[in-house]
């Protein structure tokens, strides 16, 4: 299926970019690739901060703008190791094994399918960051065509938010902050109001 495999590739840009941005301590810890998402467990003891995910997230679409084409080769597994290419703690591996490389940015063992070119994945969204075991956090998210409907929904919820409170699009935080605190000094002066009521009874 095409869309799993654009998943399947974004998957293996994701662990280079975690190892990349979070430092090499990063393993993989279990992955879930399917037709409408990829889901990527991995060790790190701390929740990635914003930035770093969007720091995660650049550099997975730079690599897929680059377009380079997805070599897999038939390899003996000693040499395969020899050449850098990262293997999953814990798998068993025959003496031959397929090594998928991605320009110089991810060289792993892998049997599964996978795009030709990195620009077929076309667009890398993540949706979710969360922790699901201590030192172990999960990482989803949707590429090409449902990340471009990610994007357009987000943009709609936004669009709506800036219509619920009469403000531009860059006004809305600006207008919201407005709202908020005038809205504790409202809560305040209610609480004061009732304070002189209770004592007036």
């Given at each position: 299926h095409f869309e799993t495999a654009l998943n399947h590739s974004a998957t293996h840009l994701l662990h280079a970019a975690l190892r990349r941005i979070l430092g090499d301590h990063v393993g993989q810890k279990g992955s879930l690739v399917e037709a409408e998402r990829l889901r990527f467990d991995f060790s790190h003891f701390e929740p990635v901060t914003r930035d770093q995910l969007v720091e995660?997230?650049?550099?997975?679409?730079?690599?897929i703008r680059m377009n380079h084409m997805v070599e897999t080769r038939i390899m003996a597994l000693d040499d395969a190791k020899a050449a850098g290419a990262m293997a999953l703690f814990g798998e068993k591996?025959?003496?031959?094994?397929?090594?998928?490389?991605?320009?110089?940015?991810?060289?792993?063992?892998?049997g599964g399918t996978h795009v030709k070119a990195l620009g077929d994945i076309g667009l890398f969204k993540i949706t979710m960051e969360t922790g699901i075991a201590s030192g172990i956090r999960r990482i989803e998210a949707v590429t090409g065509a449902r990340a471009m409907?990610?994007?357009t929904d987000d943009e709609?919820?936004?669009?709506r938010v800036a219509e619920l409170i009469h403000a531009g699009r860059d006004e809305i935080e600006d207008k919201l902050s407005k709202m908020l605190e005038r809205n504790r000094k409202l809560e305040k002066e209610v609480e004061q109001l009732k304070t002189k009521m209770a004592s007036a009874k």
């Amino acid at each position: 299926h095409f869309e799993t495999a654009l998943n399947h590739s974004a998957t293996h840009l994701l662990h280079a970019a975690l190892r990349r941005i979070l430092g090499d301590h990063v393993g993989q810890k279990g992955s879930l690739v399917e037709a409408e998402r990829l889901r990527f467990d991995f060790s790190h003891f701390e929740p990635v901060t914003r930035d770093q995910l969007v720091e995660i997230e650049h550099l997975v679409n730079e690599q897929i703008r680059m377009n380079h084409m997805v070599e897999t080769r038939i390899m003996a597994l000693d040499d395969a190791k020899a050449a850098g290419a990262m293997a999953l703690f814990g798998e068993k591996y025959d003496d031959q094994v397929r090594v998928l490389r991605m320009g110089d940015f991810s060289t792993e063992l892998c049997g599964g399918t996978h795009v030709k070119a990195l620009g077929d994945i076309g667009l890398f969204k993540i949706t979710m960051e969360t922790g699901i075991a201590s030192g172990i956090r999960r990482i989803e998210a949707v590429t090409g065509a449902r990340a471009m409907q990610w994007v357009t929904d987000d943009e709609a919820r936004l669009h709506r938010v800036a219509e619920l409170i009469h403000a531009g699009r860059d006004e809305i935080e600006d207008k919201l902050s407005k709202m908020l605190e005038r809205n504790r000094k409202l809560e305040k002066e209610v609480e004061q109001l009732k304070t002189k009521m209770a004592s007036a009874k």
